[in-house]
């Protein structure tokens, strides 16, 4: 138990150089106090003694505002960083050296029974706000960007983006150049473009069949003139 406290004390300073001292740590950081409060409940929810471990994490939840059920795996040196907002479901299992930063959600999409809630595999980096929704895999070594949502399963070595979320580098190349993880692609942007060109091509259509309405009006006046000269 004390060498799994040390090996998270250890994490914390390999991933926030804002850490100063044991001290500071031990007794400032949400996101450890989370991780020792989830480890204590999971232990009592392995024994199913499932309220008392629901009871410690929403102690745990309210102290901390990261609410992780106490039936989700965690590996080792998980580091959680400005942890409010955090969900983490029952059924969630999450590897070693995982970074998760405040808002992320691993969560469920219904009201199915059985495995419901993601696996994130090792070294993976979950940026701010990005929801992982379903029962899938997210692979190892791969970054999740600050927003994104993702619904379906993340191969090995990859950055995702967006919403609905999308692969936009593998093994670190850019899956189309056409996709720059710098200019995050926005399914609502292309939707609102395509439109206006469909909207376009109506008005076209529409004034062409103007023009030929018009002239045909203008050939039977023309004619009906002629044939009132007569």
């Not at 929403?58 to 080792?76: D, L, Y």
């Not at 379906?152 to 993880?181: F, I, Q, W």
């Amino acid at each position: 138990m004390l060498k799994q406290m040390r090996s998270d004390i250890r994490a914390v300073f390999d991933n926030d150089p804002a850490a100063r001292s044991r001290f500071e740590v031990v007794f400032t950081y949400a996101g450890l106090h989370a991780i020792w409060a989830h480890r204590l409940a999971h232990g009592f929810y392995k024994r199913r003694w499932f309220t008392l471990a629901r009871i410690i994490s929403q102690i745990s939840r309210f102290m901390t505002g990261v609410e992780i059920h106490p039936g989700a795996v965690i590996g080792q040196r998980l580091f959680i960083d400005h942890g409010m907002g955090i969900v983490i479901g029952e059924t969630c299992e999450i590897g070693d050296d995982v970074i998760i930063y405040q808002g992320v959600t691993l969560g469920g999409t219904g009201k199915e029974k059985g495995k419901r809630h993601p696996t994130i595999g090792n070294n993976v980096v979950i940026g701010s706000g990005a929801k992982v929704l379903g029962s899938f895999r997210i692979g190892d070594n791969c970054n999740i960007g600050s927003n994104a949502v993702v619904l379906r399963e993340v191969p090995n070595n990859c950055t995702v983006v967006g919403n609905p979320g999308r692969v936009v580098k593998r093994n670190g190349e850019r899956v189309s150049d056409r996709l720059d993880h710098t200019q995050m692609p926005d399914p609502w942007i292309d939707s609102l473009r395509f439109l206006q060109k469909e909207i376009e091509e109506i008005r076209e259509q529409l004034g062409n069949e103007d023009k030929q309405k018009a002239e045909q009006r203008r050939l039977e006046t023309q004619q009906y003139i002629g044939d009132y000269e007569i």
